[in-house]
């Protein structure tokens, strides 16, 4: 499929690139308010959204947040000794080490995820146009 792009293809690339970027600067500031890095910020919304019952293994988070498996390791290090996320053995697999959000961790994800929800939702109709045409 090697469709040649229309000049409005490149405007929507441009426009969804830029809206991302703002985004993500967005969210780094917000999580600085609350005291945490974007990558904590990452971290505990990973941990917080996993789907398992269990809790998130590091191979887990290092999915997520696309790093290698020792960058997720000392992400989380970082994560346990400022007291936001716990470690615990997979009750099925001992092997496996689970992670959990300390009262803190979820206290702050709690709190930015809300602003992150009511921001997207403010851009939602910025970004629908986006989308328009694409099919």
Not at 14 to 32: I, K, M, Y
Not at 84 to 98: A, E, F, G
Request: glycine share 8%; charged share 30%.
């Amino acid at each position: 499929m090697s469709e040649d792009l229309s000049d409005e293809d490149y405007a929507r690339l441009l426009d969804f690139r830029t809206g991302l970027r703002r985004f993500l600067r967005w969210s780094e500031q917000q999580a600085a308010t609350v005291g945490l890095s974007a990558a904590h910020h990452q971290l505990l919304l990973a941990i917080r959204g996993h789907r398992g019952t269990h809790g998130p293994a590091i191979s887990d988070v290092a999915g997520y947040l696309c790093l290698r498996h020792h960058s997720a390791v000392g992400l989380v290090d970082r994560a346990v000794a400022a007291g936001l996320v716990t470690r615990h053995s997979d009750p099925d697999d001992q092997r496996v080490v689970r992670l959990k959000l300390t009262d803190e961790g979820a206290r702050r994800i709690a709190a930015l995820s809300r602003l992150h929800r009511d921001e997207f939702l403010r851009l939602r109709p910025r970004l629908e146009p986006i989308w328009d045409g694409l099919d």
